[in-house]
């Protein structure tokens, strides 16, 4: 299984910030019993993490950016086709890279396996 770290970093952060209001809540209301209360915190958390959640496991801003372009140049075989190349990904970023190379689908294939066997998170 795939798994995005940055995604699970953030989704274990948030369950510690689930933390907080739990104890606030238990807090405050004590009077009406911990069973009670506990059912109020976890409404309260539901409302809020819901949306947090939904980010985290969404947001392409987490995930792996890709660029595609039409009929280019493989950098590595020489045919011309649709390219993809890898803009950014954890511990990756060629976002400002001014001489971008594109692949076309099988090379990018094989170049993605070489680096994620450098460690490149994909
Ligand atoms: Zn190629």
């Known amino acids: 299984m795939h798994v995005n770290f940055k995604r699970?970093?953030?989704?274990?952060?948030?369950?510690?910030?689930?933390?907080?209001?739990?104890?606030?809540?238990?807090?405050?209301?004590?009077?009406?019993?911990?069973?009670?209360?506990?059912?109020?915190?976890?409404?309260?958390?539901?409302?809020?993490?819901?949306?947090?959640?939904?980010?985290?496991?969404?947001?392409?801003?987490?995930?792996?950016?890709w660029e595609v372009r039409e009929k280019i140049r493989c950098v590595d075989c020489g045919k011309v086709a649709r390219g993809y190349r890898l803009v950014r990904a954890g511990n990756y970023d060629r976002s400002e890279d001014a001489q971008p190379e594109f692949r076309c689908e099988e090379c990018s294939q094989k170049k993605s396996d070489e680096l994620k066997k450098r460690g490149i998170r994909l």
């Open 8 to 65: 699970y970093g953030l989704y274990l952060v948030r369950w510690q910030l689930s933390t907080p209001i739990l104890a606030v809540v238990l807090y405050y209301l004590a009077p009406i019993g911990a069973l009670a209360a506990t059912v109020v915190a976890n409404l309260i958390g539901g409302l809020i993490f819901f949306w947090v959640d939904r980010f985290i496991f969404t947001s392409q801003a987490l995930a792996a950016q």
